[in-house]
């Protein structure tokens, strides 16, 4: 058995694939890719680039990832995004975090590019994300299907050197994606029974460009600060009720 293994989703991810596997490989005893049943050649680029690819058809987030965490062969699993990198920096003290063995997982901080510029605001930095795990002490809650979660017994810990995210390309790219996280939304409140006031359209946007632009500090960078903010206030604040009362008189 491995002592750690990177584990990749991705579902077309042919732009990324190949630097991610690359910049994390010297950390780790292997990379495995888990794709969507991808069509634009990520699963030849991740064989290329040394790791090794399993298919798995996607359900949802939380899904995919206890699927990996059941079906890799390792103590420790760091789950990598494709649009992410593991700098040096990060992959020693991932290495020196595992070796003295003081938690069940580890927090890390993500320093986010939005269409080629470093957002250090408004929920942007440091954005930890649960992602090198002790596989046995680990377990998704698959009830999420979006913005997964991971549940560890025991210790978490928190490290220093971030990911370098790549998050958005371009902004045709971030609204496609903000619609798509706008449904998830829009099912999840359609199961827990919320029925769509006319208060939820208005307080709710407010809410979250208040805490984006003012509580979260997104004024510091500037006008594209305040550009997310706003952008943020209609995806999660409006759009899901939206979605939601069109689906019920639908």
Known sequence: MHQLVAVILTKDESR???DCVGAVRPWVDAVVV?????????????????????????????????????GVEA?????????????????QEVRSQID?????GYWIPRRNLIVGREMRFGGYYPDYQLRLLRRAAARYDLNRVVHEYAEVEGEVGWLKAPFIHYNY??????????????????MILAGKGIRPRLHNFILQPWREFVRRFLTLAGWRDG???LRL?????WYYGFMPYWLLWRQRGA
């Not at 420790?76 to 920096?89: G, H, K, M, N, S």
């Open 16 to 18: 990324h694939i190949g």
């Open 34 to 70: 888990w794709d969507s049943l991808s069509h634009d050649g990520t699963q030849g680029l991740a064989q290329a680039a040394g790791a090794l690819v399993v298919e798995r058809p996607f359900d949802n987030y939380s899904g995919q990832r206890q699927a990996a965490l059941d």
């Open 75 to 91: 103590e420790w699993v760091l789950f990598v995004d494709a649009d992410e990198r593991v700098t040096p920096a990060l992959g």
């Open 100 to 104: 003295s063995g003081g938690a069940n």
């Open 169 to 186: 390309e371009s902004w045709a790219q971030f609204h496609r994606k903000q619609r798509a996280y706008a449904r998830y939304e829009a």
């Open 223 to 225: 006008w594209r600060g």
């Open 229 to 233: 903010a706003l952008l943020l206030a």
